[in-house]
């Protein structure tokens, strides 16, 4: 069983900047992918950046791009989200989860809830 938790979240004006930490316990998350989605009011739920356990490698969408930058400490098993360049739309409630291969997260925390006011 994995826990994770997410903090940083806040009210923030557009092109501000944000931090987001994910803790973990429970689990060595050795060659687990991990990531963020947010979900945003009446949205899905949607994979936003990951970064693998191994080498480092990162995924972006398009949109966060330039912008956000993920990062993780294998040996703390933690993770975080710098978040710069803020804009109205990246409101929503920010996720960390961590998967293996192609399966699903082992788990998801509360979430934290991000706002952009323009």
């Known amino acids: 069983q994995v826990q994770l938790v997410e903090s940083g979240g806040g009210l923030v004006q557009a092109g501000g900047s944000l931090r987001l930490s994910c803790a973990t316990s429970?689990?060595?998350?050795?060659?687990?992918?991990m990531g963020w989605f947010r979900q945003a009011p009446g949205e899905e739920r949607e994979l936003i950046t990951a970064?693998?356990?191994?080498?480092?490698?990162?995924y972006y969408i398009d949109s966060v791009k330039g912008r956000f930058t993920i990062s993780r400490d294998n040996a703390k098993n933690t993770m975080s989200l710098q978040m710069n360049s803020l804009k109205p739309e990246d409101t929503a409630v920010y996720y960390c989860a961590a998967w293996f291969g192609s399966d699903p997260p082992v788990g998801w925390g509360q979430g934290t809830q991000v706002t952009v006011s323009s």
């Open positions: 970064i693998a356990w191994s080498d480092g490698s990162t």
């Open positions: 429970g689990r060595t998350l050795s060659n687990y992918t």
